[in-house]
């Protein structure tokens, strides 16, 4: 198994432009999670999915978008870059047996954007 | 809500010590706590995941513990090694919340030969 992979690794943006941050997950997990790190502030939810169709706000969703049209992807959008997107972002994923208590999360590498 | 608190948030110690991370939560009422380890500039690996009706769990020389009544965490290292200098992460998994991780800000942890 890959495992959790995220691509592009690391991306520089104009301010204004956009683009989509690609995950990937080939474990059958059900959940899938968009975080963002920065230094200090620890990680922070943007977006999450318990299954295909399936998604819901985190704690920082404004200035973003997701979709989760088949278990294995799940895409992160960026539509109008802003500086206070600069970050690392990390894809993670977990497989819930019901009640939605999930099992330990695998996270993917991770890809560092920077908006200028 | 819950909080989860890390201390400290810096550590270093000589290669060969045992030590103590220390992780605290607000809210008694959780699912589960995990411990991360991330290794700069990389993802996060999960080290040990424990229920809430677990007292503690092991993998090598990492032992967790978990005591939902004082809402506290500690992992245990033993015979740190330099290999193991890296930040790690506390994270539960509230009843309130049970979807979501809530995190920590994490311990660096930086063993010197």
């Known amino acids: 198994n890959a495992g959790v992979t995220q691509t592009p690794k690391f991306r520089i943006l104009k301010i204004g432009q956009s683009m989509t941050l690609q995950c990937t997950q080939d474990m059958n997990h059900n959940y899938m999670y968009w975080y963002r790190q920065d230094p200090g502030m620890g990680l922070k939810l943007i977006y999450y999915?318990?299954?295909?169709?399936?998604?819901d706000k985190g704690e920082v969703p404004n200035g973003y978008n997701v979709s989760r049209s088949t278990t294995e992807d799940f895409p992160l959008r960026l539509e109008l870059a802003a500086p206070s997107q600069t970050s690392v972002y990390f894809c993670?994923?977990?497989?819930?047996?019901?009640?939605?208590?999930?099992?330990?999360?695998?996270f993917g590498p991770g890809t560092r954007l920077t908006v200028l | 809500k819950q909080e989860v608190t890390q201390i400290p948030a810096a550590l270093s110690v000589p290669e060969g010590e045992n030590l103590v991370l220390n992780c605290s939560f607000t809210?008694?009422?959780?699912?589960?706590l995990q411990w991360f380890r991330q290794d700069p500039g990389k993802g996060l690996t999960s080290l040990l995941l424990?229920?809430?009706s677990q007292r503690e769990q092991t993998s090598g020389r990492l032992n967790a513990s978990l005591d939902k009544s004082s809402g506290r965490s500690t992992l245990y290292i033993a015979a740190s090694q330099p290999g193991d200098s890296a930040t790690y992460l506390c994270a539960v998994i509230s009843a309130g919340n049970n979807r979501k991780l809530i995190w920590g800000l994490g311990t660096s942890l930086a063993v010197n030969p």
């Open positions: 999915s318990v299954g295909a169709g399936i998604t």
């Open positions: 424990i229920q809430s």
């Open positions: 809210d008694s009422a959780i699912y589960n």
């Open positions: 993670a994923s977990s497989y819930s047996h019901g009640q939605g208590v999930t099992d330990t999360q695998y």
